[in-house]
């Protein structure tokens, strides 16, 4: 099983700063990375697919990055709906996993 | 525009089972696999397992093999995930969401249900 690593746990900012998430594979999964966010309540919604690909609506401001073990989503000037929890997801392989999540709050 | 549809909430007894049912509309419902995720209050998304609803193969986590069963009906869209002999720890949202396969092999969820909360408690 591939296990993914997200850092940090919990990343604190206020709106107007970028937020830098890291999530790290314990084995190869070519760019077969994506990434979702969370808000309480409610389901995951897609926001990146194969590292780097922006879902349909998704603003420019989500940038998502790298390929192999080691992945970043990136979040330019935050909005107060930006934040939420954020799980980085593998479908590379089975059994499909994801990591513990990066929970972004306002500082 | 894709929809999936979720049953309601469970309230369960320890040793009991349940049925969760999916309700897929807006594409072509045997064109996509539908995975079931579950979430335990506070906690991460753990993936149960799969169905696709093209031939009704399954494929479960190790986890959950031995108690848990996806079966899907093509006339009415619907899959269902049945999880049995439930415990406190089951305790979770229950998420199915579609499972598009790409010609390399590789899965992306694309579209998620609403999420059917199960309660276990005595």
């Known amino acids: 099983e591939i296990v993914l690593t997200q850092s940090p746990a919990t990343l604190s900012l206020s709106p107007g700063e970028s937020a830098t998430l890291s999530c790290r594979a314990s084995?190869?999964?070519?760019?077969?990375l994506a990434w979702y966010q969370q808000k309480r309540g409610q389901p995951p919604r897609l926001l990146i697919y194969e590292a780097s690909i922006r879902a349909a609506g998704i603003p420019a401001t989500f940038r998502g990055s790298g390929s192999g073990t080691d992945f970043t989503l990136t979040i330019s000037s935050l909005e107060p709906d930006d934040f939420a929890v954020y799980y980085c997801h593998q479908g590379s392989s089975w059994p499909l996993t994801f990591g513990q999540g990066t929970r972004l709050e306002i500082k | 525009q894709v929809q999936l549809l979720q049953s309601g909430a469970e309230a369960k007894k320890p040793g009991a089972s349940v049925r969760i049912s999916c309700k897929a509309s807006g594409y072509s419902f045997t064109h996509y696999q539908i995975h079931w995720v579950r979430q335990a209050p506070g906690q991460g998304l753990e993936c149960m397992g799969v169905?696709?609803?093209?031939?009704?193969?399954?494929d479960y986590a190790q986890k959950f093999q031995g108690r848990v069963t996806m079966s899907r009906d093509t006339s009415t869209n619907t899959v269902s995930l049945d999880l049995s002999s439930l415990r406190s720890e089951d305790t979770a949202m229950y998420f199915c969401?579609?499972?598009?396969?790409?010609?390399?092999?590789?899965?992306?969820?694309?579209?998620w249900g609403q999420g059917s909360l199960v309660t276990v408690s005595s």
């Open positions: 169905i696709d609803p093209s031939g009704g193969t399954t």
């Open positions: 084995q190869s999964v070519s760019n077969h």
């Open positions: 969401a579609r499972g598009a396969v790409y010609t390399s092999g590789w899965t992306l969820l694309d579209s």
